[in-house]
């Protein structure tokens, strides 16, 4: 990762950027995000098949924003994740600067958000193979089997927001969960609250889910609550063909129609 | 601590015949908060609201639900009765158990408890209802009326006349529309150039009526009061102050041969033109598209001829912004061209033509100079058929609806040949004479009595040439579906009037509903005809749906007449039934995140931004604002809002949560 | 009590478990999905396992559950009525083969809600509650017992520990009265203890404690708290998965006319926590909030409870999504 | 290549002209065209006046034998087959209910996965692709096509060309070298729905079209169905006394045009067995 | 044991289902007393979450109508809501949620006879599926170690 260090060296000492977000060694032989903000320290980025946690959750989080211009390192669901947050406002172009990873671990270099929204555009945007394969497979079940199946992991939630706050596109600073005139969700970590909860959290994010996983991995019970999201991406993209973060123009599936959506089931 | 009275209405025995109210009164006033509850013969009635009122003042009530029919019928009665009492009238909600429950369920214990389920789930909203203000605006008192034939001249000449302020928008040289290409108009065959010539002259002599002609609406902002209309004035390539409009330009230019659209391509223009020799202005435009000098970089003669130089060949167009109040759209119509038929050869017969090129052959100042001739030899016809419903009325076109005007003015057509070739025959083939309106059957008799025009109840299948003769194969089904032919030398179709070119995208430019079929939509078909869904943009003329020109006339003066009403208060008081973003105390300033995907899906483009910042000026959050003036209430945004952080006044999210509760539980 | 050393052998210890679920509710491991273990009410024997080393959650919920009505209430046309919980319905658990740290906790949690006023749903929890104790001959490189005072062995809040033996049976130490209880209805199934050789764990000593308290008397404004916790994306997994961690909301939800409110757990790491209507919140940003939580456990309850909040289980740890490790911290903390 | 055919009992009988001129260009342009087999009848023109269950089992069952034997495509020459075939794929597809009753009726599974084209279809597709460089003898005439009603119509079902004013048949003959007159009777009724019962309106009838397209200048008729053929054709005496005139005009299938065109001889493409002699070739 | 009798909440907009309810009532028509109305200014402002409540609160089945397509008195609310409806229905159907106990429909306020034919429809399906017990069930589940008093 010599172009990544060097790279993210450089923007510090030119100081194009105040805060390089990235991966560095852990504890216990895991990755871990690295804010870096002084360029001699630039030596400790890590780049790895460990470097899996979505960094762009960090973008909106008033401590890092408190460093000013942040250069951040970047796979492509860290790069659709960014391309969603400028098109929804909550980051300007202006101030990051990407630091692109190719699937292959290889540094891009990610010159703007024109060069960005090209390299999307050249890779596949479905789901991970392996969760889509699960998708399949749950697509497969009778309701009453899906019912069960989603009771039995849902039953597992104490409802302490992990996948929320793992998820770079829940930013809001009043989560709906959290409203409580009227109490939309049942405070407590009980069937139905969990339930509730559950499928608010993929409601707000169809059309937005960039299929990273994170909620998923982020689960300290290991709820597969990504499938959730992934299965409306997944059909988003079957019903609008939209993947969500592929321009960082604001065109939500969900806050646009065409008048001729199809769907079969409205008498 | 809420109070709130339950006011259970018979309606007669509308309600009473299968709920029971005196037990769906008994059963809520047991409900908690409920301070009076009590059932009434007519609580629509003068003894009816005064039971409530007095009841809302003895019991010092701080909410009511009236227990009767539709609140879409007497929402506004019982708040008004409320308002009167003192009480704010959005604490006034009605449960329908006329409607929604006496009228449609039989007579049984079922249909009183879902009488009180209905009047609980009221009971229960009503008591976090708020106490909401009328929403004041005020109005700038300038109209824009769009589409200067005689819908539009007539809407801005009364407006005008009421002391308003007009700006009168048309997109081609000169105001006049379709009238202006008309010969003599029914049913009192008086010449349609005659009557309505003064009236343009006076629109361009009106002080209050600006005229803007050449140039189109190209965006609209703002709401009822207080639009702000953007216009582009298309360049005339003229400076028509120094043009005296002495017309030496449109006789020296050397382009003669472009189809006039006045004469509906029967006859030619220069590049250089007055549409006609009426025209309102009466000075030149350059046609861009065809003039040599814009097409070949040289010519320039036109500039050379005018004693005044007054050609500007680079005069750009120029766009304007003008704050309105009020709009009338009266864009007019169009009609389907014969190049529509396939049966009756996709047009390309040059003798069968469409009702407007048989007005101008007919006209005085047509192309013939008013003789009727064959368009492709100039011979005068001798037998001549008209096909009435020509697209109108057929389905299988696409055009299920009734073009309205066709069948008189084809019996106009038919009577004006007659009196022109005597001894021609005149034909018409029609599906129903449709001849509603004042003299107008007694207008087509004529036709049929004293002309002789030999009306054909049947419809043409097919019109084909053969030595240059048409024949055209129909049938006569007052004969028992006897097949016709007729050898013609001219048809004229009476082709189905459709929506002007360009209308959808106005609608959506001026954010006007319109139907499937491009009209321009009324806000109700019959009781709100003149009026859009859009407040403070009202409709005039066929560009809702063909009319004859006495229909446009007085639709354009119901339009004028809601725009005087709108210019005569200082103020605009609306509805409160508005979305809101909540607001919070600061370093939050509001829930909302600002990521602003509501502005999307406002139909009314309604939701703005608001900057919070320090006091040297810096943004510290940029939240989402309604603008109370343009949001109509729908809701889309709330409950799009992932924070919950928009709400809407009247259906806020508690109250809806509420309503869901109480119908389904216990209470 | 006086403390007494028992044998019993692993054929015996079934009997004993079938024995006490006569009467009791049991709630022991088991091994779930994705090789996670997880405590479940009432496991068949053969289910339940000896070898663990950590459970995903703690055990706390016996006695904090996830959630616990506190009281029923009905409106009436012009009143209230409320009914209290009925605690007589608690029923008996026996908590079989929980680690030493998690039933250390207990005492930690009694020193919460105990601390002046009684909590009473925790306390008719605790006191229908039998505990027997697994002491550990596995670890992983989160365990940290050894730090915080404890020890695989360790007896504190069992009533019975077992403890593994190299042949395979199990020494009892009979630590309370309980477990007296226990062992003089089900004598047969034990035997003498013959100081037969015990298997145990290390967990190697990571940081001092005690140093760790002091030096946080004076670390509350040092940049640590932030460079550390730049990283942590304030979710509540380490406190719902902490034995320790009792903070709790109280909630009313009705159905029409009749409710009820519960307390249900918390998390001082939502942003959330310490909001003030006012909009004011006292601690703002993720740093401050990181730095409560060590403070805490480390620095306010030693102070105020005389015990320290943290076991050593290291489940935070292991449940952070973003590698916020507590004992690292804490070791970088002792040499601030 | 290989296509279906189904050719109905015309093909076989009064129009194997017709037959031939289909096999025969089909051949010259490698197609090979698979009869579906134990074909039957498809039912026009009486069953669908007497039994609708029978008029819609008969086709099913053809479709369903052609999709039992993998025919994805199948040809249809004759337009009032071809009317038949689509017509009752329409209605099944439309109505599930009904396909399932139809398909108990024929005791075959009936899909409706069949695509049908008509000879002109079938021109377009394959054919006129192809033609580049095949022409040998351009059709130097003037011809008048004439599609009659079931090529065309219902337009809805079948959604074919313009149904007033078709097409296909005058841009296949230009691409030929021949010459497509203005000819309004290009869909007129050709009688043909009586042309058992009551044979003199037939006569009338076809003989207007005859009449128009000899008076335009017309070399030939262009047709591209069996029945208009045999009522232009066949039945020219009776139209002559009819009309008291002599009609010589010629009526070609528009696969004998085009095969003759492409090389083919008069024999090869059937015009040997025409009633009204054809003076081309 | 009476029989079943479904409760069935709708979802109807004001301009549209509303006025047509408003008109079967007019018109006299019978329907099912089972079904109960609330109204919302456009099918846009109906929050999915509230059909989850409806279904947590006892319904056995759900009616939601508006404005067909083109129709919205605020033009685009039901086309808005169209596509919330898609999403929602497969999040639904992916969770095993029944779809089957709501109907989504378009009437519009001249379609009086129609919506007696919807809620008709609709409470004779909900009437064939029977009580929503699976979801009633999922609802009241307790937490294991709670303690309540009934």
Same mark, same amino acid.
Request: glycine share 6%.
């Given at each position: 990762?010599?172009?990544?260090?060097?790279?993210?060296?450089?923007?510090?000492?030119?100081?194009?950027?105040?805060?390089?977000?990235?991966?560095?060694?852990?504890?216990?032989?895991?990755?871990?995000?690295?804010?870096?903000?002084?360029?001699?320290?630039?030596?400790?980025?890590?780049?790895?098949?460990?470097?899996?946690?979505?960094?762009?959750?960090?973008?909106?989080?008033?401590?890092?924003?408190?460093?000013?211009?942040?250069?951040?390192?970047?796979?492509?669901?860290?790069?659709?994740?960014?391309?969603?947050?400028?098109?929804?406002?909550?980051?300007?172009?202006?101030?990051?600067?990407?630091?692109?990873? #190719?699937?292959?671990?290889?540094?891009?270099?990610?010159?703007?958000?024109?060069?960005?929204?090209?390299?999307?555009?050249?890779?596949?945007?479905?789901?991970?193979?392996?969760?889509?394969?699960?998708? %399949?497979?749950?697509?497969?079940?009778?309701?009453?089997?899906?019912? =069960?199946?989603?009771?039995?992991? @849902?039953?597992?939630?104490?409802?302490?927001?992990?996948?929320?706050?793992?998820?770079?596109?829940?930013?809001?600073?009043?989560?709906?969960?959290?409203?409580?005139?009227?109490?939309?969700?049942?405070?407590?970590?009980?069937?139905?609250?969990?339930?509730?909860?559950?499928?608010?959290?993929?409601?707000? @994010?169809?059309?937005?889910?960039?299929?990273?996983?994170?909620?998923?991995?982020?689960?300290?019970?290991?709820?597969?609550?990504?499938?959730?999201?992934?299965?409306?991406?997944?059909?988003?993209?079957?019903?609008?063909?939209?993947?969500?973060?592929?321009?960082?123009?604001?065109?939500?599936?969900?806050?646009?129609?065409?008048?001729?959506?199809?769907?079969?089931?409205?008498? | 601590?809420?109070?709130?009275?339950?006011?259970?209405?018979?309606?007669?025995?509308?309600?009473?015949?299968?709920?029971?109210?005196?037990?769906?009164?008994?059963?809520?006033?047991?409900?908690?908060?409920?301070?009076?509850?009590?059932?009434?013969?007519?609580?629509?009635?003068?003894?009816?609201?005064?039971?409530?009122?007095?009841?809302?003042?003895?019991?010092?009530?701080?909410?009511?639900?009236?227990?009767?029919?539709?609140?879409?019928?007497?929402?506004?009665?019982?708040?008004?009765?409320?308002?009167?009492?003192?009480?704010?009238?959005?604490?006034?909600?009605?449960?329908?158990?006329?409607?929604?429950?006496?009228?449609?369920?039989?007579?049984?214990?079922?249909?009183?408890?879902?009488?009180?389920?209905?009047?609980?789930?009221?009971?229960?909203?009503?008591?976090?209802?708020?106490? +909401?203000?009328?929403?004041?605006?005020?109005?700038?008192?300038?109209?824009?009326?769009?589409?200067?034939?005689?819908?539009?001249?007539?809407?801005?000449?009364?407006?005008?006349?009421?002391? &308003?302020?007009?700006?009168?928008?048309?997109?081609?040289?000169?105001?006049?529309?379709?009238?202006?290409?008309?010969? $003599?108009?029914?049913?009192?065959?008086?010449?349609?150039?005659?009557?309505?010539?003064?009236?343009?002259?006076?629109?361009?002599?009106?002080?209050?009526?600006?005229?803007?002609?050449?140039?189109?609406?190209?965006?609209?902002?703002?709401?009822?009061?207080?639009?702000?209309?953007?216009?582009?004035?298309?360049?005339?390539?003229?400076?028509?102050?120094?043009?005296?409009?002495?017309?030496?330009?449109?006789?020296?230019?050397?382009?003669?041969?472009?189809?006039?659209?006045?004469?509906?391509?029967?006859?030619?223009?220069?590049?250089?033109?007055?549409?006609?020799?009426?025209?309102?202005?009466?000075?030149?435009?350059?046609?861009?598209?065809?003039?040599?000098?814009?097409?070949?970089?040289?010519?320039?003669?036109?500039?050379?001829?005018?004693?005044?130089? %007054?050609?500007?060949?680079?005069?750009? =167009?120029?766009?304007?912004?003008?704050?309105?109040?009020?709009?009338?759209?009266?864009?007019?119509?169009?009609?389907?061209?014969?190049?529509?038929?396939?049966?009756?050869?996709?047009?390309?017969?040059?003798?069968?033509?469409?009702?407007?090129?048989?007005?101008?052959?007919?006209?005085?100042?047509?192309?013939?100079?008013?003789?009727?001739?064959?368009?492709?030899?100039?011979?005068?016809?001798?037998?001549?058929?008209?096909?009435?419903?020509?697209?109108?009325?057929?389905?299988?076109?696409?055009?299920?609806?009734?073009?309205?005007?066709?069948?008189?003015?084809?019996?106009? &057509?038919?009577?004006?040949?007659?009196?022109?070739?005597?001894?021609?025959?005149?034909?018409?083939?029609?599906?129903?004479?449709?001849?509603?309106?004042?003299?107008?059957?007694?207008?087509?008799?004529?036709?049929? $009595?004293?002309?002789?025009?030999?009306?054909?109840?049947?419809?043409?299948?097919?019109?084909?040439?053969?030595?240059?003769?048409?024949?055209?194969?129909?049938?006569?089904?007052?004969?028992?579906?006897?097949?016709?032919?007729?050898?013609?030398?001219?048809?004229?179709?009476?082709?189905?009037?459709?929506?002007?070119?360009?209308?959808?995208?106005?609608?959506?430019?001026?954010?006007?509903?319109?139907?499937?079929?491009?009209?321009?939509?009324?806000?109700?078909?019959?009781?709100?005809?003149?009026?859009?869904?859009?407040?403070?943009?009202?409709?005039?003329?066929?560009?809702?749906?063909?009319?004859?020109?006495?229909?446009?006339?007085?639709?354009?003066?119901?339009?004028?007449?809601?725009?005087?009403?709108?210019?005569?208060?200082?103020?605009?008081?609306?509805?409160?039934?508005?979305?809101?973003?909540?607001?919070?105390?600061?370093?939050?300033?509001?829930?909302?995140?600002?990521?602003?995907?509501?502005?999307?899906?406002?139909?009314?483009?309604?939701?703005?931004?608001?900057?919070?910042?320090?006091?040297?000026?810096?943004?510290?959050?940029?939240?989402?604002?309604?603008?109370?003036?343009?949001?109509?209430?729908?809701?889309?945004?709330?409950?799009?809002?992932?924070?919950?952080?928009?709400?809407?006044?009247?259906?806020?999210?508690?109250?809806?949560?509420?309503?869901?509760?109480?119908?389904?539980?216990?209470? | 009590?006086?403390?007494?050393?028992?044998?019993?052998?692993?054929?015996?210890?079934?009997?004993?478990?079938?024995?006490?679920?006569?009467?009791?509710?049991?709630?022991?491991?088991?091994?779930?999905?994705?090789?996670?273990?997880?405590?479940?009410?009432?496991?068949?024997?053969?289910?339940?396992?000896?070898?663990?080393?950590?459970?995903?959650?703690?055990?706390?919920?016996?006695?904090?559950?996830?959630?616990?009505?506190?009281?029923?209430?009905?409106?009436?046309?012009?009143? #209230?009525?409320?009914?209290?919980?009925?605690?007589?319905?608690?029923?008996?658990?026996?908590?079989?083969?929980?680690?030493?740290?998690?039933?250390?906790?207990?005492?930690?949690?009694?020193?919460?809600?105990?601390?002046?006023?009684?909590?009473?749903?925790?306390?008719?929890? +605790?006191?229908?509650?039998?505990?027997?104790?697994?002491?550990?001959?596995?670890?992983?490189?989160?365990?940290?017992?050894?730090?915080?005072?404890? #020890?695989?062995?360790?007896?504190?809040?069992?009533?019975? +520990?077992?403890?593994? +033996?190299?042949?395979? =049976?199990?020494?009892?130490?009979?630590?309370?009265?309980?477990?007296?209880?226990?062992?003089?209805?089900?004598?047969? @199934?034990?035997? !003498?203890?013959?100081?037969?050789?015990?298997?145990?764990?290390?967990?190697?000593?990571?940081?001092?404690?005690?140093?760790?308290?002091?030096?946080?008397?004076?670390?509350?404004?040092?940049?640590?708290?932030?460079?550390?916790?730049?990283?942590?994306?304030?979710?509540?997994?380490?406190?719902?998965?902490?034995?320790?961690?009792?903070?709790?909301?109280?909630?009313?939800?009705?159905?029409?006319?009749?409710?009820?409110?519960?307390?249900?757990?918390?998390?001082?790491?939502?942003?959330?926590?310490?909001?003030?209507?006012?909009?004011?919140?006292?601690?703002?940003?993720?740093?401050?909030?990181?730095?409560?939580?060590?403070?805490?456990?480390?620095?306010?309850?030693?102070?105020?409870?005389?015990?320290?909040?943290?076991?050593?289980?290291?489940?935070? #740890?292991?449940?952070?999504?973003?590698?916020?490790?507590?004992?690292?911290?804490?070791?970088?903390?002792?040499?601030? | 290549?290989?296509?279906?055919?189904?050719?109905?009992?015309?093909?076989?009988?009064? %129009?194997?002209?017709?037959?031939?001129?289909?096999?025969?260009?089909?051949?010259?342009?490698?197609?090979?065209?698979?009869?579906?087999?134990?074909?039957?009848?498809?039912?026009?023109?009486?069953?669908?006046? *007497?039994?609708? $269950?029978?008029?819609?089992?008969?086709?099913?069952?053809?479709?369903?034998?052609?999709?039992?034997?993998?025919?994805?495509?199948?040809?249809?020459?004759?337009?009032?087959?071809?009317?038949?075939?689509?017509?009752?794929?329409?209605?099944?597809?439309?109505?599930?209910?009904?396909?399932?009753?139809?398909?108990?009726?024929?005791?075959?599974?009936?899909?409706?996965?069949?695509?049908?084209?008509?000879?002109?279809?079938?021109?377009?597709?394959?054919?006129?692709?192809?033609?580049?460089?095949?022409?040998?003898?351009?059709?130097?005439?003037?011809?008048?096509?004439?599609?009659?009603?079931?090529?065309?119509?219902?337009?809805?079902?079948?959604?074919?060309?313009?149904?007033? =004013?078709?097409?296909?048949?005058?841009?296949?003959?230009?691409?030929?070298?021949?010459?497509?007159?203005?000819?309004?009777?290009?869909?007129?009724?050709?009688?043909?729905?009586?042309?058992?019962?009551?044979?003199?309106?037939?006569?009338?009838?076809?003989?207007?079209?005859?009449?128009?397209?000899?008076?335009?200048?017309?070399?030939?008729?262009?047709?591209?169905?069996?029945?208009?053929?045999?009522?232009?054709?066949?039945?020219?005496?009776?139209?002559?006394?009819?009309?008291?005139?002599?009609?010589?005009?010629?009526?070609?299938?528009?696969?004998?045009?085009?095969?003759?065109?492409?090389?083919?001889?008069?024999?090869?493409?059937?015009?040997?067995?025409?009633?009204?002699?054809?003076?081309?070739? | 044991?009476?029989?079943?009798?479904?409760?069935?909440?709708?979802?109807?907009?004001?301009?549209?289902?509303?006025?047509?309810?408003?008109?079967?009532?007019?018109?006299?028509?019978?329907?099912?007393?089972?079904?109960?109305?609330?109204?919302?200014?456009?099918?846009?402002?109906?929050?999915?979450?509230?059909?989850?409540?409806?279904?947590?609160?006892?319904?056995?089945?759900?009616?939601?109508?508006?404005?067909?397509?083109?129709?919205?008195?605020?033009?685009?609310?039901?086309?808005?809501?169209?596509?919330?409806?898609?999403?929602?229905?497969? *999040?639904?159907?992916?969770?095993?949620?029944?779809?089957?106990?709501?109907?989504?429909?378009?009437?519009?306020?001249?379609?009086?006879?129609?919506?007696?034919?919807?809620?008709?429809?609709?409470?004779?399906?909900?009437?064939?599926?029977? !009580?929503?017990?699976?979801?009633?069930?999922?609802?009241?589940?307790?937490?294991?170690?709670?303690?309540?008093?009934?």
């Amino acid at each position: 990762m010599i172009n990544l260090v060097s790279r993210a060296d450089e923007l510090l000492e030119s100081k194009a950027v105040q805060v390089v977000i990235g991966y560095e060694a852990g504890s216990t032989g895991k990755a871990r995000p690295a804010f870096i903000t002084d360029p001699s320290k630039t030596g400790s980025l890590i780049f790895d098949d460990r470097c899996v946690q979505n960094l762009a959750v960090y973008l909106t989080k008033k401590e890092v924003r408190y460093f000013g211009k942040a250069a951040i390192v970047a796979t492509l669901p860290i790069m659709r994740s960014i391309m969603m947050l400028i098109s929804e406002q909550q980051v300007f172009a202006e101030n990051i600067v990407v630091l692109g990873v #190719s699937a292959e671990g290889k540094y891009i270099d990610i010159a703007g958000i024109e060069v960005m929204q090209q390299y999307i555009a050249t890779c596949d945007l479905g789901n991970p193979a392996k969760d889509q394969e699960t998708l %399949a497979m749950l697509n497969k079940m009778s309701t009453q089997q899906k019912f =069960d199946f989603w009771q039995k992991e @849902l039953s597992k939630c104490i409802k302490c927001y992990a996948c929320r706050q793992a998820c770079p596109m829940c930013y809001c600073t009043r989560c709906a969960v959290e409203c409580n005139q009227p109490q939309w969700i049942p405070v407590q970590s009980n069937l139905h609250g969990n339930t509730d909860w559950h499928i608010l959290r993929a409601m707000h @994010l169809a059309g937005r889910c960039i299929s990273c996983g994170e909620c998923g991995r982020a689960c300290p019970v290991n709820i597969p609550c990504h499938l959730l999201t992934m299965h409306m991406a997944d059909q988003v993209h079957n019903y609008f063909n939209v993947y969500a973060g592929t321009t960082d123009k604001m065109s939500s599936v969900m806050s646009t129609f065409e008048p001729n959506d199809k769907e079969s089931f409205i008498q | 601590m809420a109070r709130i009275g339950v006011f259970v209405c018979h309606c007669g025995e509308n309600i009473s015949a299968t709920v029971d109210c005196h037990k769906v009164a008994e059963t809520v006033g047991k409900l908690k908060h409920v301070a009076f509850s009590t059932d009434y013969k007519y609580m629509c009635s003068d003894p009816g609201q005064t039971l409530i009122k007095e009841a809302i003042k003895e019991h010092n009530l701080t909410g009511i639900v009236v227990s009767a029919c539709s609140p879409r019928m007497h929402e506004p009665t019982f708040r008004k009765a409320a308002a009167e009492a003192g009480l704010n009238p959005f604490l006034c909600e009605m449960a329908n158990l006329r409607e929604h429950c006496s009228w449609v369920h039989e007579k049984n214990d079922m249909t009183t408890d879902k009488a009180i389920d209905l009047v609980r789930t009221l009971v229960e909203k009503v008591k976090i209802n708020s106490a +909401l203000q009328p929403i004041k605006v005020p109005v700038t008192k300038t109209a824009l009326v769009i589409g200067g034939g005689i819908a539009g001249i007539q809407s801005a000449l009364d407006i005008a006349n009421t002391g &308003h302020k007009v700006i009168l928008v048309e997109r081609s040289p000169s105001i006049g529309g379709h009238m202006s290409q008309l010969s $003599e108009t029914f049913p009192t065959l008086d010449c349609s150039q005659c009557i309505l010539t003064p009236r343009m002259v006076e629109v361009a002599q009106h002080p209050n009526i600006t005229l803007y002609t050449y140039a189109e609406v190209e965006g609209l902002d703002g709401f009822i009061g207080n639009f702000t209309v953007k216009i582009r004035k298309k360049s005339k390539s003229l400076d028509e102050k120094i043009c005296t409009g002495c017309g030496l330009c449109t006789t020296k230019c050397p382009q003669k041969k472009i189809p006039n659209e006045f004469e509906e391509g029967l006859g030619f223009r220069p590049a250089i033109y007055v549409p006609f020799p009426q025209a309102v202005p009466n000075k030149p435009v350059i046609d861009r598209e065809h003039c040599t000098y814009y097409i070949k970089g040289k010519c320039k003669v036109c500039e050379v001829v005018c004693p005044t130089k %007054a050609i500007r060949f680079d005069q750009p =167009d120029e766009v304007i912004e003008v704050q309105i109040g009020a709009i009338v759209i009266a864009t007019g119509f169009d009609i389907k061209r014969a190049d529509f038929f396939p049966e009756y050869g996709f047009g390309k017969y040059k003798d069968v033509i469409d009702g407007l090129q048989f007005e101008r052959l007919a006209s005085a100042s047509g192309p013939t100079s008013g003789a009727i001739l064959r368009p492709s030899d100039g011979q005068v016809p001798k037998n001549i058929v008209f096909v009435a419903c020509a697209g109108s009325r057929d389905p299988a076109k696409g055009i299920a609806y009734c073009s309205k005007i066709c069948c008189m003015y084809t019996a106009k &057509h038919a009577m004006l040949y007659k009196h022109k070739v005597h001894e021609g025959k005149a034909s018409i083939f029609y599906m129903d004479i449709r001849s509603a309106g004042k003299n107008y059957e007694e207008f087509v008799r004529r036709a049929i $009595e004293e002309d002789y025009v030999n009306y054909i109840r049947g419809r043409v299948s097919t019109i084909y040439e053969r030595d240059g003769k048409l024949i055209v194969k129909g049938v006569d089904t007052l004969l028992g579906g006897q097949p016709v032919e007729i050898v013609a030398d001219m048809v004229v179709l009476a082709t189905a009037g459709v929506a002007n070119h360009g209308a959808e995208e106005l609608a959506q430019r001026l954010h006007v509903s319109y139907d499937s079929h491009k009209f321009f939509a009324e806000a109700h078909p019959k009781l709100k005809p003149v009026e859009t869904n859009t407040a403070g943009i009202f409709l005039a003329g066929a560009c809702q749906n063909p009319k004859d020109i006495p229909d446009s006339v007085s639709q354009a003066s119901g339009a004028a007449v809601k725009v005087a009403a709108l210019f005569s208060q200082n103020e605009l008081t609306r509805e409160p039934l508005v979305a809101f973003v909540n607001r919070t105390a600061p370093p939050l300033y509001s829930t909302c995140v600002g990521c602003f995907l509501c502005q999307s899906v406002c139909p009314y483009q309604a939701i703005e931004r608001e900057d919070f910042k320090t006091r040297d000026g810096k943004i510290i959050k940029t939240v989402a604002k309604i603008n109370e003036g343009l949001c109509q209430g729908c809701g889309t945004c709330v409950a799009l809002c992932r924070s919950k952080s928009i709400d809407l006044h009247g259906y806020t999210n508690n109250q809806m949560y509420t309503e869901v509760m109480a119908l389904l539980n216990e209470y | 009590m006086e403390t007494t050393s028992k044998t019993i052998r692993k054929h015996s210890l079934e009997k004993l478990y079938a024995s006490l679920a006569e009467n009791r509710k049991m709630y022991a491991p088991v091994a779930e999905a994705d090789n996670r273990i997880g405590y479940k009410y009432n496991p068949d024997f053969s289910e339940v396992i000896f070898d663990h080393i950590q459970s995903t959650l703690s055990v706390k919920n016996v006695v904090f559950p996830r959630v616990e009505n506190v009281i029923f209430y009905t409106n009436n046309k012009n009143d #209230s009525t409320v009914t209290d919980v009925d605690l007589n319905k608690i029923p008996e658990v026996v908590l079989w083969g929980a680690h030493p740290c998690d039933t250390a906790a207990y005492d930690v949690l009694r020193s919460i809600f105990c601390w002046d006023t009684k909590d009473e749903f925790f306390a008719k929890r +605790l006191e229908k509650l039998v505990v027997i104790g697994l002491a550990c001959h596995k670890s992983d490189a989160h365990c940290f017992c050894t730090s915080v005072g404890l #020890s695989p062995d360790s007896t504190k809040g069992s009533d019975i +520990l077992l403890v593994p +033996l190299t042949n395979g =049976d199990y020494k009892a130490e009979i630590l309370t009265e309980k477990g007296n209880r226990i062992l003089t209805d089900f004598s047969g @199934l034990f035997e !003498p203890y013959q100081d037969e050789e015990t298997k145990l764990t290390h967990v190697e000593q990571q940081f001092d404690h005690k140093q760790v308290t002091q030096h946080l008397k004076e670390a509350f404004e040092n940049p640590f708290w932030v460079e550390n916790s730049l990283r942590c994306i304030g979710c509540g997994a380490c406190a719902y998965v902490c034995p320790t961690c009792a903070c709790f909301d109280i909630q009313d939800e009705a159905k029409g006319k009749n409710g009820k409110r519960y307390r249900s757990w918390d998390s001082c790491g939502f942003g959330l926590f310490t909001l003030h209507t006012s909009g004011h919140n006292p601690r703002e940003v993720q740093s401050q909030r990181w730095r409560q939580r060590i403070l805490h456990k480390f620095s306010y309850m030693p102070e105020r409870n005389a015990s320290l909040g943290c076991v050593g289980c290291g489940r935070c #740890s292991r449940a952070c999504p973003v590698d916020m490790n507590i004992a690292e911290q804490l070791q970088a903390l002792q040499s601030i | 290549m290989k296509i279906g055919i189904y050719p109905g009992c015309s093909l076989t009988g009064s %129009a194997r002209d017709y037959n031939e001129s289909v096999f025969a260009l089909a051949k010259a342009f490698d197609i090979e065209l698979v009869q579906v087999p134990d074909w039957n009848c498809c039912g026009a023109t009486a069953a669908h006046n *007497l039994n609708k $269950e029978l008029s819609l089992s008969l086709p099913a069952r053809i479709l369903a034998t052609a999709e039992k034997n993998g025919l994805d495509e199948v040809l249809v020459p004759c337009a009032a087959c071809y009317s038949r075939l689509a017509v009752t794929q329409h209605e099944l597809k439309m109505n599930p209910e009904l396909k399932n009753r139809i398909g108990e009726i024929i005791g075959m599974d009936y899909r409706g996965t069949t695509k049908l084209i008509n000879v002109i279809e079938w021109i377009d597709a394959y054919i006129i692709p192809n033609l580049e460089g095949r022409i040998t003898k351009p059709f130097d005439y003037k011809v008048a096509c004439y599609y009659g009603c079931l090529m065309v119509r219902p337009n809805k079902v079948l959604n074919y060309d313009r149904a007033e =004013d078709p097409q296909t048949m005058d841009i296949a003959m230009e691409k030929i070298g021949a010459h497509p007159l203005y000819f309004p009777f290009k869909t007129e009724c050709c009688g043909a729905g009586l042309s058992v019962s009551r044979t003199e309106i037939v006569a009338k009838l076809s003989g207007k079209i005859i009449e128009d397209a000899e008076h335009r200048g017309a070399d030939t008729l262009i047709v591209a169905c069996p029945m208009c053929h045999s009522n232009l054709d066949m039945r020219r005496p009776s139209i002559n006394k009819y009309w008291e005139s002599d009609f010589k005009l010629p009526v070609m299938y528009v696969t004998q045009a085009i095969g003759l065109a492409v090389g083919l001889t008069a024999k090869d493409v059937g015009l040997q067995r025409h009633f009204v002699k054809v003076n081309i070739s | 044991m009476s029989e079943f009798e479904p409760k069935v909440v709708a979802f109807v907009c004001n301009w549209c289902t509303y006025a047509g309810a408003d008109l079967t009532g007019t018109s006299r028509i019978r329907y099912a007393s089972n079904v109960k109305i609330i109204r919302f200014p456009c099918t846009g402002r109906i929050d999915f979450m509230l059909l989850l409540k409806s279904f947590a609160n006892g319904a056995d089945g759900i009616i939601v109508s508006g404005c067909h397509p083109n129709d919205c008195h605020y033009t685009s609310g039901n086309f808005h809501a169209k596509r919330r409806w898609i999403m929602f229905k497969e *999040l639904m159907d992916f969770m095993g949620i029944d779809m089957n106990r709501i109907t989504f429909s378009w009437v519009s306020a001249a379609e009086g006879a129609r919506w007696a034919e919807v809620v008709n429809t609709t409470v004779a399906r909900i009437r064939e599926l029977g !009580p929503y017990v699976s979801y009633k069930q999922m609802v009241n589940t307790a937490v294991e170690e709670e303690v309540t008093n009934d």
